[in-house]
């Protein structure tokens, strides 16, 4: 009997056809970017900004560490977050600098 976590990296390899393309390490896979309208506050004022992360599977990045660069769209980022979910994908918190 599967565990439930299993289950879950097994279903991830269907559903990754329709993702969008991400490059690390001359390697590309697919990943799920978010790149969203996110309003801060600083100094009493409002200004926007960009939320951009993306989600891959963790068997894609083993071994990415903070500041690698990764191109999605053919923009490249640097990597500021890791953040796995104990369920065979993390979350890549991105910056454009």
């Not at 565990?3 to 390697?27: F, M």
């Not at 926007?48 to 191109?71: C, F, K, L, N, Q």
Request: proline fraction near 2%; charge should be negative; hydrophobic fraction near 40%.
């Amino acid at each position: 009997m599967t565990t439930l976590r299993e289950d879950i990296i097994d279903d991830l390899e269907t559903v990754v056809t329709d993702w969008d393309d991400v490059t690390w390490n001359a390697v590309t896979f697919k990943g799920i970017f978010h790149n969203e309208y996110e309003p801060a506050t600083l100094f009493d004022g409002q200004i926007e900004s960009r939320a951009s992360y993306v989600e891959v599977r963790d068997s894609d990045i083993t071994g990415i560490v903070h500041d690698a660069t990764i191109t999605i769209n053919a923009v490249v980022y640097k990597v500021k977050e890791i953040k796995p979910s104990g369920f065979g994908m993390t979350i890549l918190v991105l910056s454009k600098d």
